[in-house]
């Protein structure tokens, strides 16, 4: 199993950034997929879930109205479109996948939002 992240970076307050997780190596259309973020100092957290079929959406309190999680089964690939950030969602993010076998992560985007 291989997850590789992509599309972070420096942004400003207010402004927008798309992340997409690239997966390989297991059956991507019959899993969840998540976003999670660490910021320095804190534990890791569930940003938002995306069911097999995308039907299915969860987030966190603290972006509601501003993320949106999406899929794309025929690409393998899971997106995060971050609008409307703000200091506080600097962090890791990290694309993650829940098999029978075990938990796998990928390496992590650096998003930070900042003037």
């Known amino acids: 199993v291989q997850l590789v992240e992509f599309g972070g970076g420096l942004v400003q307050p207010g402004g927008s950034l798309r992340l997409s997780c690239a997966a390989s190596?297991?059956?991507?259309?019959?899993?969840?997929m998540s976003w999670y973020r660490q910021a320095p100092g804190k534990e890791r957290e569930l940003v938002a879930t995306?069911?097999?079929?995308?039907?299915?959406?969860n987030y966190v309190d603290s972006v509601k109205g501003r993320f949106t999680i999406a899929r794309d089964n025929a690409k393998n690939t899971v997106y995060l479109q971050m609008n409307s950030l703000k200091s506080e969602d600097t962090a890791v993010y990290y694309c993650?996948?829940?098999?029978?076998?075990?938990?796998?992560w990928g390496q992590g985007t650096q998003v930070t939002v900042s003037s």
């Open positions: 190596g297991f059956t991507f259309s019959s899993y969840v």
């Open positions: 993650n996948v829940r098999t029978s076998v075990r938990n796998y």
């Open positions: 995306i069911s097999s079929t995308g039907l299915i959406i």
